[in-house]
């Protein structure tokens, strides 16, 4: 694939100034860098806030916006022994300093908490992949198995940019070693990246008890699930606050091995954890992937739990993650996920839309 001269871009000049769509010079490979052209570049419920400065992230500006991506590999630099143009990859927005992994930035979305994470997003790495060509680093490309994906399991490019939503509960579910048949509790279990775990965990194999204070808001994603997996393991448990009530409830469900805690800010002082600790079985796990600040401490004592912090994911578990996803462990032929596409000139809209239809079987994106 010959690289154009140059291509489209959506361009944030400032926060205060807001997108636009430029024309800019195409991206040119250099040792560990691959060029890809994006084929649908995932957009996140809460892209809106973070550029127009209303999430407190910080980034570099100008930048072309983004997050992770499938694309096809446009072009290769020297040092490339796997990847060549045409390849459908995975593109992954986290980028890790390869002398030092412990520095990373979020592509496109925040340049990390460390000077080096800092650094890395202010040079070479700045743009995303609201663009028709990214370059990203060769470690960033995962290959994808498009026969099998596309043709035998019925999964459109567009529909796998959802893989961007799912990989950050996998990472928690994955890092503490959740193994099917166990049972975990999920909490609070209907928001965005929440909903998206008790998909994957019952994809893992696993029986889920999903926490939430609303009802409504659980008898609906029991609906989705089982139409998506008819013999889904998965029993709901609505928060009172009540500490000791809300624990009794989950324990009359049965023996529970594991806890994935993804409470957001706005959360971060409420019981449920606390509740969902300490239905936990004598050394069981807790996977701690967001803002609670209510931890049962005596309990995890008491008991011998584990509990692990975990912020995105590592890039063996993309590779897993994409081994799932081509075994045909999720579900196929159109009922993963429905993708909405937007082109780059509507990015308002695309923004308005992703805000409000997101989780499980919704997927928004920008074909560029």
């Known amino acids: 694939m010959s690289l154009p001269a140059s291509h489209r871009a959506l361009q944030l000049e400032s926060k205060e100034s807001g997108f636009q769509v ?61 990847l060549a143009p045409g390849q459908l990859v995975y593109v992954d927005c986290v980028v890790r300093a390869r002398d030092s992994p412990d520095e990373f930035f979020l592509s496109a979305i925040s340049d990390g908490l460390t000077p080096g994470g800092r650094k890395l997003m202010a040079g070479a790495w700045r743009d995303g992949t609201f663009a028709e060509f990214v370059a990203m680093p060769l470690e960033n490309c995962i290959p994808l198995n498009e026969a099998k994906l596309c043709q035998v399991l019925g999964y459109s490019p567009q ?33 965005f990246y929440s909903s998206l775990a008790v998909q994957v965990a019952i994809t893992m194999g696993a029986s889920v008890i999903a926490l939430g204070r609303s009802e409504d808001k659980l008898k609906a994603l029991a609906i989705d699930i089982h139409s998506r997996y008819p ?16 624990t009794a409830a989950i324990k ?18 409420s019981t449920h954890t606390r509740s969902a600790i300490k239905s936990l079985r004598r050394g069981g796990r807790i996977s701690v992937m967001a803002s609670t600040k209510n931890i049962a401490v005596s309990e995890i004592l008491l008991n011998g739990l584990t509990v692990k912090g975990k912020m995105m994911y590592e890039r063996d578990a993309v ?34 839309f992703a805000a409000e239809n997101n989780g499980i079987g919704q997927c928004v994106v920008f074909k560029p």
């Open 22 to 82: 430029r024309v800019l010079a195409t991206p040119q490979p250099t040792t560990g860098t691959a060029i890809v052209a994006v084929c649908s570049a995932a957009i996140l419920p809460y892209h809106g806030a973070v550029y127009s400065g209303k999430h407190p992230v910080q980034y570099p500006t100008p930048l072309v916006g983004g997050f992770s991506a499938i694309g096809r590999i446009a072009a290769v630099g020297p040092d490339a022994t796997i």
């Open 231 to 246: 013999l889904a393991s998965m029993e709901t448990v609505c928060i009172t606050g009540d500490e000791a009530k809300d």
């Open 319 to 352: 590779i897993h993650f994409v081994k799932m996803l081509e075994a045909g462990l999720f579900p196929k032929n159109g009922n993963l996920v429905k993708t909405t596409v937007f082109g780059l000139d509507e990015w308002k809209d695309a923004f308005s």
């Open 252 to 269: 009359t469900l049965g023996t529970v091995d594991a806890v994935l805690d993804i409470t957001p800010s706005a959360a971060s002082g």
């Open 159 to 191: 529909d796998l940019a959802c893989m961007a939503y799912m990989l950050v509960p996998y990472a928690g579910l994955r890092d503490i070693r959740l193994e099917a048949g166990e049972t975990i509790v999920i909490c609070p279990a209907t928001g």
